[in-house]
C-alpha cells in the first residue's frame, strides 16, 4: 500500500492549505488515518488522526481549532485543512494509516507511511 500526500507549500502566516492524502488501494476503508509532522531538528509529532467510519477525530493541542481531519472512503482520500497557520506549524507533513480502525495518536500504531508533503509558513 502506497500513501501519497501532496498539498504542501509557501504560505504566509494566518493563511490556509489543505493537505491530500491518497491511498494506492481500497485499504484505508477499514483503518483509522492520521497526519504527523517533523520539523527540521525535532521529532515527529502526532497533528490529528480519524477513524475509519471518520465519525471520530482527535487534534493535538497545538492545531485545536485551527485544523480539520476529514476522510472519503470512496476516493481512499483523507485531508487536513489548515487554517490560522503560524510560523511554527512550519514543517513535512506525513499521513499514515493505522493498524486499527479507532484514532490513535501513537505512531507505533500506524503501519503505512506516505512520504511527506512540506509545508513552510512565513511570518
Known amino acids: 500500500v502506497q500513501l501519497q500526500a501532496s498539498g504542501g507549500g509557501l504560505v504566509q502566516a494566518g493563511g490556509s492549505l489543505r493537505l491530500s492524502c491518497t491511498a494506492s488501494?481500497?485499504?484505508?476503508?477499514?483503518?483509522?488515518m492520521g497526519w504527523f509532522r517533523q520539523a527540521p531538528g525535532k521529532e515527529r509529532e502526532f497533528v490529528a488522526t480519524?477513524?475509519?467510519?471518520?465519525?471520530?477525530?482527535y487534534y493535538a493541542e497545538s492545531v485545536r481549532g485551527r485544523f480539520i481531519i476529514s476522510r472519503d472512503n470512496a476516493k481512499n482520500t483523507v485531508w487536513l485543512q489548515m487554517n490560522s497557520l503560524v510560523p511554527e506549524d512550519t514543517a513535512t507533513y506525513y499521513c499514515?494509516?493505522?493498524?486499527?480502525?479507532?484514532?490513535?495518536?501513537?505512531?507505533?500504531?500506524?503501519?503505512?507511511w506516505g512520504q511527506g508533503t512540506q509545508v513552510t509558513v512565513s511570518s
Open positions: 488501494r481500497r485499504t484505508t476503508s477499514n483503518n483509522a
Open positions: 499514515a494509516a493505522a493498524l486499527g480502525s479507532s484514532t490513535t495518536s501513537l505512531a507505533e500504531r500506524y503501519r503505512y
Open positions: 480519524i477513524s475509519w467510519r471518520g465519525e471520530n477525530t
